[in-house]
């Protein structure tokens, strides 16, 4: 986060608290959250598009005090489940400011957002059309679009192409606006795609943007979905917002005035982008091992290495040392070769058992995509604020990780 401090001793600070004290305080692995980063990244992106509405994909940080936060900062939010639902309504997020998504929406999350009363709920086949439609009455709808538009990321999070489960494809636009308007209960409001995650590319929204307008289906409401990239590591950069914005405007004006249509409101989905720099998370070192550092945390706190080739750094935080640096592999607790948290972090040679490591951009699909595998507990997530830290999460317990296991006799 950009709040990180250096402290002496070699330790250091983010929001104003030391991780070391955290890390004794709350206990490792720990994940933390700077407010005061993912608040200015919200602004950044209401600042850069005002006339657009920024709903945050809750996807990526499921946590009710962090929808508080980016409900204060004036944004809306984007869920995909009766969960992440019950979480924002909970959490006192309006819902006149929510959309739900999902390409796979169960009866239970269809009458969970109708009983919510949620603004939108986006639309990602027909047999949804005729779903929602028996159960809802005037519920305004998007339709999801797979606009063939490859946004040149991991295929794992590519969502924009032909070929995979998302949305309907461009020629079946025409009829699933046919079949909305057909529905009693349901009130087309306008498109939506979403091209995939950790994007660097700016052509390619505009190129979806344009592909949507194509269809010619009047769009009162046009959301271009999220993915901006955020950097993990150094020398990655963030995805360049003001030339997004600039462009996705200008495009967005040029289009519409060549086609004579009222120009729609904007919507956009940044996840990842919002909070993944404001996280960090701390680990112990347990063992070391000829090239590799394991730590009391891994792909159960952690799978994207192993799921999505992601890459991390780490660094030792708490003391100074003079040792040469080699690069090591720092991997994890679980019982797999896979389990692997960041490759080629240098690292001090008397890095040892004890040592407290930080892993940074831990704060988007993190505690999200967290397991129990090996029965391992989740770590808590801690939120830290001009010299003050509170649970947002706690740690689960033993008790915790047993409930569910009922022992029939
Ligand atoms: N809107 C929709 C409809 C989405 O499906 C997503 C993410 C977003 C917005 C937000 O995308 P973002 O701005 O966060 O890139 N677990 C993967 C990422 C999966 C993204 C799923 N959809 C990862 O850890 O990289």
Not at 197 to 210: C, G, N
Not at 311 to 330: D, I, K, N, Q
Not at 366 to 377: I, P, R, T
Request: a neutral charge.
């Amino acid at each position: 986060p950009r709040s990180t401090q250096l402290l002496p001793g070699g330790d250091l600070a983010v929001g104003g608290v030391s991780l070391t004290e955290l890390a004794a305080r709350f206990g490792t692995p720990c994940q933390l959250l700077d407010e005061a980063e993912v608040r200015a990244r919200a602004r950044a992106f209401r600042a850069a598009l005002p006339e657009a509405e920024v709903a945050f994909a809750g996807k990526s940080l499921p946590c009710r005090t962090v929808f508080r936060w980016l409900a204060d900062e004036g944004l809306s939010l984007d869920v995909c489940s009766a969960g992440e639902l019950a979480a924002a309504r909970t959490a006192g997020f309006p819902a006149e400011r929510i959309l739900l998504h999902g390409n796979v929406k169960t009866a239970e999350d269809l009458k969970a957002a109708l009983a919510y009363r949620v603004s939108r709920v986006v639309l990602d086949s027909f047999d949804e059309i005729s779903q929602l439609g028996a159960l809802a009455t005037a519920q305004p709808v998007l339709i999801r679009v797979t606009p063939g538009v490859d946004a040149h990321t991991h295929p794992a999070i590519t969502t924009g192409v032909e070929g995979q489960k998302f949305g309907f494809p461009l020629d079946a636009v025409p009829e699933a606006v046919r079949r909305v308007e057909a529905e009693p209960g349901l009130r087309f409001a306008g498109l939506h795609c979403h091209l995939g995650s950790q994007i660097t590319h700016v052509s390619v929204y505009e190129e979806a943007l344009r592909r949507l307008l194509d269809l010619g289906v009047p769009i009162a409401q046009l959301d271009l979905g999220g993915g901006f990239a955020a950097p993990y590591c150094p020398g990655e950069q963030r995805f360049d917002l003001t030339g997004y914005a600039h462009r996705v405007r200008a495009t967005l004006h040029f289009e519409c005035e060549r086609r004579r249509i009222p120009l729609p409101h904007l919507v956009i989905e940044p996840g990842r982008s919002i909070v993944a720099n404001a996280g960090i998370t701390l680990y112990r070192v347990i063992t070391v091992k000829p090239g590799f550092v394991a730590v009391d945390g891994g792909m159960s706190d952690n799978p994207r290495p192993a799921l999505y080739d992601a890459r991390y750094t780490a660094r030792l935080v708490g003391r100074h040392t003079r040792a040469s640096r080699r690069e090591v592999t720092v991997v994890g607790r679980h019982c797999e070769a896979g389990d692997v948290l960041a490759r080629n972090v240098p690292l001090p040679d008397d890095v040892h058992a004890g040592d407290l490591l930080a892993v940074p951009v831990t704060g988007a699909y993190h505690h999200a995509l967290a397991s129990n595998y090996n029965l391992v507990g989740r770590p808590p997530l801690i939120g830290v604020r001009d010299g003050r830290a509170s649970v947002l999460v706690r740690r689960e317990t033993e008790e915790d990780l047993l409930r569910r296991d009922l022992m029939p006799a």
